[in-house]
């Protein structure tokens, strides 16, 4: 219960007011994340890879979220080819177990469950898996639609490669930068989490459960929620780790489906419906699933 009152409810709290107020006004959603796309996030990834340290422990947080990534594929693959789904429901299953929804869910439990300290491992993961998106989504809803190449071009058009660049180099080049544009880049960065919070509760007001099998959203739920964390704890343990970096993984593990992925869906004609409602549904399930997996790595 404490981890739901002082976790998971407080999040909960913003995703509604973003929800309630798209309801009432019907705001332009999509200019709203594009500044938080190419303006708030850049500033909290730069301001982090500027300022963090990053270790050996780093290396293992890459290869640990690739082998993830890639757990979660096979076990998609294997559940399609049991009940016999076709390419297409297979890509629209796989937006949604692949690929969890570390930005503007993920990062702000980890920040209430963790701290600071957590929070910025959670933005370094969260980066590596827009980069995971940018590639291996695009793929998996374009099928036959776009090629591999275009898939990784996209990645260069987004800001957050660049910030990752230029906060790393010139850390490692040990350039100071002035206070007041660090005080700036601050201000500006903090304003990306409420903000991408808002409108991911913005975004679920737009989507709905529409007359689809109960059976594919009961799978893609169930892979998202329970299977995803189970195979990021496996992974974890064949890693010298600390405990804090293993249990902010497992956390993001556990996290319902990007909402990303339904921009994609939508984009490709990817059963943008299917994807919507595994989104919806997952979301929902997550404020009870999240509560427990905050509590089991207490």
């Known amino acids: 219960m404490i981890p739901l009152l002082e976790t998971v409810f407080p999040v909960f709290l913003i995703f509604l007011t973003g929800y309630i107020v798209q309801k009432k006004f019907n705001l332009d959603i999509k200019s ?26 780093f290396f293992y947080m890459v290869i640990i979220q690739l082998l993830l990534l890639l757990a979660l594929i096979v076990t998609t693959k ?3 080819r049991l009940f016999r789904y076709d390419i297409r429901t297979e890509s629209a299953l796989m937006l949604t177990t692949a690929f969890m929804n570390s930005g503007n869910y993920g990062a702000p439990i980890i920040l209430f469950a963790f701290g600071n300290k957590g929070f910025h491992e ?21 099928r036959g639609k776009a090629s591999v190449k275009d898939a990784i071009l996209n990645i260069f058009r987004i800001p957050n490669i660049y910030a990752v660049a230029v906060g ?3 850390q490692y080049c040990h ?19 409420p903000v991408v919070m808002l409108v991911l509760g913005m975004q679920l007001a737009t989507v709905t459960v529409q007359d689809l099998d109960s059976k594919l959203v009961s799978l893609g739920t169930i892979i998202r929620l329970i299977i995803s964390p189970l195979l990021a704890w496996g992974i974890c343990s064949l890693f010298p780790i600390s405990l ?17 992925a339904l921009l994609y869906a939508v984009q490709f004609d990817a059963k943008a ?26």
Not at 35 to 49: D, G, H, N, R, V
Not at 51 to 56: P, Q
């Open 32 to 57: 709203i994340s594009n500044m938080s796309l190419y303006i708030l996030s850049p500033a909290l990834i730069f301001e982090t890879f500027y300022t963090a340290r990053l270790n050996g422990e």
């Open 122 to 142: 959670a933005v370094l993961i969260m980066v590596l898996h827009s980069i995971f998106m940018g590639i291996f989504a695009v793929y998996f809803a374009s």
């Open 244 to 260: 804090l970096s293993k249990q902010v993984m497992l956390v993001l593990a556990g996290m319902p489906s990007a909402a990303t």
């Open 168 to 170: 790393l180099l010139l």
């Open 273 to 298: 419906k299917l994807v919507s409602s595994i989104t919806l549904v997952s979301t929902v399930l997550s404020f009870l699933s999240i509560t427990i997996l905050l509590t089991m790595t207490e």
């Open 78 to 80: 294997m559940a399609c």
């Open 175 to 193: 350039i100071p930068l002035p206070g007041n544009f660090m005080q700036a880049v601050d201000l500006v960065g903090k304003a990306s989490i």
